[in-house]
């Protein structure tokens, strides 16, 4: 088993250079890093103002990393992004001209004011990491990161994510208000320059993709294994769920517990790693009932039901 100290150090550094311009908000920003190590994409649902485009750069400075940002409209196509051939008369032959999908880090601003064809755009790049351009297929550089934001669905002008691409994000995130305190120190630090741009680079792509091959290394006992599937297992057969959560999930559920755990200074994952990321990694992607509506519950709170009635298993 591979050394799990660097990986806590490594991510400990990138968590601090983010929080220079993202205060008060350190789960989100564990999550984030957490979607990282997994060679994940995060999805975070928040109202305007709230950081989460700063969190994407921030983000991408410390990694010293290659970012990009694509403002999602109604007008916008799938070639806006992906990118698109375009005619050479000197050469008298197509060339590919990469879209702003070819990055290291991509924010997809507002990803929910976009049509569903180019929403569903993004479906190869974030799960096979390539892109193919008339029949032509083009790989993209690793680490290559989505983090897509949108704003709450009863705002006017948005349309729903299509469930093939919820299911491709990790995990879906809320960042929130800061307190009074926290609003204090953001107009302290923003007072002559914004902090964004101090951001510096505290670690390197070969770096993040070796984290990434050893956070697969991180023990987790076959109990948990079960654990875990059971959870999700109970999403499928839920009265008041008409679509539980996908064999994806309970792959996520424990790759970000093994990065959790090796973010923590740990070799193993412990049940409460599962239990802390089941939220974000499954309420995304269930779909309610009419019936849930009608009782005013929401997904979290059927999570929370079904964590609540499975038995947690002993781990040595």
Not at 162 to 174: C, G, I, N, T
Not at 180 to 196: G, M, N, S, T, Y
């Amino acid at each position: 088993m591979s050394d799990i100290k660097p990986i806590a150090d490594r991510s400990a550094a990138i968590i601090d250079e983010i929080e220079t311009v993202i205060v008060g908000k350190r789960q989100a920003v564990e999550s984030v890093v957490i979607g990282l190590l997994c060679s994940g994409h995060i999805l975070i649902e928040d109202i305007p103002g709230v950081g989460k485009t700063m969190l994407a750069k921030a983000l991408a400075g410390a990694l010293g990393a290659a970012y990009r940002r694509i403002q999602f409209t109604p007008d916008l196509l799938p070639a806006d992004v992906t990118g698109t051939s375009i005619f050479s008369q000197k050469t008298g032959e197509f060339a590919f001209r990469p879209g702003p999908v070819f990055a290291n880090v991509l924010l997809a601003d507002e990803i929910n004011r976009a049509t569903p064809k180019t929403q569903s755009s993004l479906l190869e790049c974030m799960e096979e990491f390539q892109v193919t351009v008339d029949g032509t297929t083009h790989i993209l550089d690793r680490p290559f990161f989505v983090i897509a934001t949108e704003n709450p669905i009863e705002y006017r002008g948005t349309y729903p994510l299509p469930e093939a691409q919820l299911d491709r994000f990790l995990m879906r995130v809320s960042m929130g208000y800061p307190t009074p305190e926290q609003e204090v120190v953001v107009l302290d630090r923003q007072a002559r320059e914004h902090p964004i741009h101090s951001v510096k680079a505290v670690i390197t792509a070969d770096e993040v993709l070796q984290m990434q091959e050893q956070v697969k290394d991180v023990h987790i006992d076959p109990s948990l294994k079960e654990y875990l599937v059971a959870l999700v297992a109970a999403t499928r057969d839920h009265p008041l769920l008409a679509l539980g959560a996908s064999p994806r999930a309970s792959l996520g559920l424990m790759r970000t517990g093994q990065a959790r755990a090796a973010l923590h200074g740990r070799e193993y994952v412990l049940p409460d790693d599962i239990k802390a990321l089941a939220p974000a990694v499954l309420c995304h992607r269930l779909i309610l009932r009419p019936e849930a509506r009608v009782r005013q519950a929401d997904a979290a709170q059927l999570v929370a039901e079904i964590l609540d009635q499975i038995s947690v298993p002993v781990v040595d």
